[in-house]
């Protein structure tokens, strides 16, 4: 079982970029899907998570400004980052609990992907 981001890039404040999780592999079910993103000398903070059911939950921080949804069917995390702003510039993780075929849950991290944020 693997989860792999997409979607980070370069934007300028304001702007919006769209991030997607994939997990892929020998997956039984996907329970709680979450993005966290850590900024250059802090600690990894939890920007938003939704549950299998669609249940939500956001840092304050990104209240009103960014969406978590998910797509079920295709095992597929997404967010959405509108009026981004430049303390908004992380590297973006996404993060799974995950039930593979043999009934074993584990919590499981994408690679990370870049958004840098110009003021």
């Known amino acids: 079982v693997q989860l792999q981001a997409f979607g980070g890039g370069l934007v300028q404040a304001g702007g919006s970029l769209r991030l997607s999780c994939a997990a892929s592999?020998?997956?039984?079910?996907?329970?709680?899907m979450s993005w966290y993103r850590q900024a250059p000398g802090n600690q990894r903070e939890l920007v938003a998570t939704?549950?299998?059911?669609?249940?939500?939950n956001y840092a304050e921080s990104v209240k009103g400004r960014f969406t978590i949804s998910r797509d079920n069917a295709k095992n597929t995390l997404y967010l959405q980052m509108n009026s981004l702003k430049a303390e908004d510039t992380a590297v973006y993780y996404c993060n799974a609990q995950i039930a593979d075929r043999a009934l074993k849950w584990g919590d499981y991290w994408g690679q990370g992907t870049l958004v840098t944020v110009s003021s």
């Open positions: 592999g020998s997956i039984l079910s996907v329970n709680t």
């Open positions: 939704i549950t299998r059911s669609g249940s939500t």
